[in-house]
């Protein structure tokens, strides 16, 4: 009996069992359906095995809430951490950003790497030196790295030492060199070390934030223009040679313990004679071609193992070693490393010194800008008295002037059948060149005084309502007098040059003018209300006496053309009692017209010159004091809760590694 040959669907069967299923989404699906161009190409490229190193089960696929998934903090460093992350929002126009996240990085591990800086003040090859005597192992023989370090001078960008299990150089990114060493010293102590050139006028400058967030610099275009990254570092040590960092240490000595102390930063001076005990705890004297030399003995034989010791011992480069393992090691299992805890400790009080200078120099502005009592508001108040004396004076001598002149005895009353037509002109006349104009100019010149002294600020108001330039507020309630008695209606900062009539609009300010309206409303006013009303007057006044005189006429006609025995001058006396009746009632109501508009308008130029020297001096005593900045102030406030919250939280801490 002949084998029969299996069939399609064995063979796939088979491949199903031998290999595990492949998963592929339906976005992955469609794509590869559009890529083979049929279901046909689909079918046939799924059936051809594929190799099982590629294939992927669907669990193994990590889910995408992996992607920001939380970091894990340990439950000890959990509150300290969460008062830090707030300083992002709350306190980030105050903290040093660069800072803030090195902190955060080292409480995200119990374990964390501890950076420090080698800065050189006078050359780089100083530090390299002594990194390598440092980290170099005298049992063995030179390594790569020894001898890259010792070269390593010759580049202008920084460079970071790390510990590797191998030894590699990356040396392409542009902002600096990454050199990894199986080093000892580097993985016990997880420590990186910085090795950078810097300059004294860049430490003295900022003295915090140059020595322990450095900043290194890096090509941002062709045509050579070059920009700082901050790097921030656990501890700074400040390298010196000879005689020159000694006079670079004794400027800077002192300004390391008052600012940051000695833990945080060391200068190290590297000198050419024997080194005793070292003068000062915040400066190392290092001999590092004394321990370069003990290193080569010991290389050369192990019999100089006495001499090493001498030697290495002598030069102190121990000691640069015992500053950089110091507070690598935290203590128990809940203690915080003692470097990271001198890094979250300067951050906070860097932090609340930035908050307290902000509220001292926001306390002098504000001094500064309010006015004191002195000679300035006394030879202001002084002006304002002498303006408003003149201008009292002005308003009554022009008035008496001008309705004594000539053209204003034009609107007599027995000259007013052909000057009806006059009226409004010559009164018109009369505001427009003598009322209050050099009130006005003196006005003027004492708003500018009070503009130099910088008391044109914003009256204050309640809420809801808009501020309105000092110039401009609304004058104190005035008794109104009616447009019936010729009176003038009280005159308020909405009365403007720009709309003159409406009366229910607040007083708008129009940048143009720096000096009170008041003066010129006033005058507008009157030419626009009371004029128009005096001649309306003066009008009605001729045309009922024009009317008067009329009927007695038409009277006397009547009776002498129906009484024959009436004679012609029996019936001019009618007319001429009728003339006379409407002469003298002109004449009483046209005076009295005439009267109280001068009344009018003097009384008016009286209030308004009283409303201007009131507000003027309300000016000069009440203002000149700017409101504070509440929304800075409130800022401020949250930066100095949050700066206690944390130091609670590191102090909590603190107790309970103490009590573990």
């Known amino acids: 009996m002949s084998q029969r040959a299996p069939s399609a669907r064995m063979l796939i069967a088979l491949r199903a069992s031998l290999y595990p299923q492949k998963f592929v989404c339906s976005s992955c699906a469609s794509k590869r359906t559009f890529a083979n161009g049929s279901k046909t190409a689909l079918r046939r490229s799924w059936m051809r095995p594929a190799a099982p190193t590629c294939l992927r089960r669907a669990s193994q696929i990590a889910p995408v809430t992996t992607v920001n998934a939380q970091k894990s903090i ?128 860049s430490l003295a400058e900022d003295s915090s934030t140059a020595l322990l967030v450095p900043g290194l610099d890096i090509r941002t275009s062709a045509a050579g223009r070059i920009s ?27 300004l390391v313990v008052d600012s940051e102390g000695p833990e945080m930063v060391k200068i190290v001076v590297d000198v050419d004679w024997a080194v005793g005990s070292q003068p000062e705890k915040s400066v190392f004297l290092v001999n590092v071609t004394q321990g370069e030399k003990a290193i080569k003995e010991l290389r050369a034989s192990i019999r100089h193992s006495t001499d090493y010791e001498h030697d290495w011992l002598g030069s102190h480069v121990s000691d640069v070693g015992l500053y950089l393992t110091a507070g690598t090691v935290a203590g128990p299992p809940s203690a915080m490393k003692p470097a990271l ?18 509220e001292n120099e926001a306390e002098r502005e504000s001094a500064e800008n309010v006015v004191s009592e002195t000679n300035t508001r006394r030879s202001l108040h002084r002006a304002i008295t002498s303006w408003a004396e003149l201008a009292h004076t002005e308003l009554r001598d022009e008035l008496e002037t001008v309705f004594s002149s000539r053209s204003w005895r034009k609107l007599a009353w027995w000259k007013l059948p052909w000057r009806i037509d006059d009226v409004e002109m010559i009164a018109s006349e009369v505001l427009r060149r003598t009322y209050l104009i050099n009130a006005e100019k003196g006005l003027i010149f004492v708003a500018g005084r009070m503009e130099e002294a910088g008391l044109l600020g914003q009256i204050p108001t309640s809420a809801g309502q808009q501020s309105k330039p000092l110039l401009y507020a609304h004058m104190e309630d005035i008794p109104t007098l009616s ?88 019936a001019g006396v009618i007319v001429a009692l009728g003339l006379t009746w409407s002469a003298r009632r002109l004449q009483r109501q046209w005076e009295e017209a005439r009267k109280d508009w001068m009344q009018g308008v003097e009384l008016e130029g009286k209030r308004v010159l009283d409303a201007v020297e009131k507000r003027c001096r309300a000016i000069v005593s009440e203002a000149g004091q700017r409101k504070p900045d509440m929304a800075a102030a409130e800022e401020r406030s949250k930066a100095k809760e949050r700066v206690k919250r944390a130091r609670e939280a590191l102090a909590k801490m603190e107790e309970q590694s103490k009590e573990a």
């Open 228 to 254: 700082s990254v901050a790097y921030p570092v656990h501890k700074t040590i400040l390298f010196g040679k000879g005689f020159e960092g000694l006079r670079e240490a004794s400027r800077f000595s002192a």
């Open 483 to 570: 447009v019936s008695d010729l009176q003038p209606t009280p005159v308020s900062g909405s009365d403007s040059l720009d709309n003159p009539k409406d009366t229910s609009q607040p007083a708008q300010s129009n940048p143009l003018y720096r000096w009170p309206q008041d003066i010129s409303a006033a005058r507008l006013h009157l030419l626009q209300v009371t004029v128009p009303a005096l001649t309306a007057l003066a009008q009605r006044f001729f045309l009922s006496s024009i009317s008067t005189t009329a009927l007695t006429g038409a009277l006397s006609s009547l009776v002498y053309l129906s009484a024959p025995t009436t004679t012609v001058y029996e």
């Open 74 to 201: 340990a439950p000890e460093y959990r509150e300290i951490y969460e008062a830090l992350k707030a300083f992002e929002d709350s306190a980030g126009v105050y903290t040093n950003l660069s800072q803030l996240q090195l902190a955060l990085r080292g409480l995200e591990s119990r374990d964390s790497v501890v950076r420090v800086a080698v800065l050189g003040l006078s050359n780089q090859a100083g530090p390299h030196r002594l990194v390598r005597a440092l980290l170099a192992d005298p049992l063995l023989g030179e390594a790569e790295w020894e001898r890259i370090l010792e070269g390593a001078d010759q580049d202008g960008r920084a460079l970071l030492v790390r510990y590797g299990e191998t030894f590699a150089y990356e040396k392409s990114h542009p902002l600096l060199r990454t050199l990894t060493i199986p080093s000892t010293l580097l993985e016990k102590h997880k420590l990186e070390l910085l090795l950078h050139l810097t300059s004294a006028s």
């Open 341 to 358: 805890r001198n890094l979250v400790s300067v951050l906070l009080a860097d932090t609340e010194a930035a908050v307290t200078l902000q």
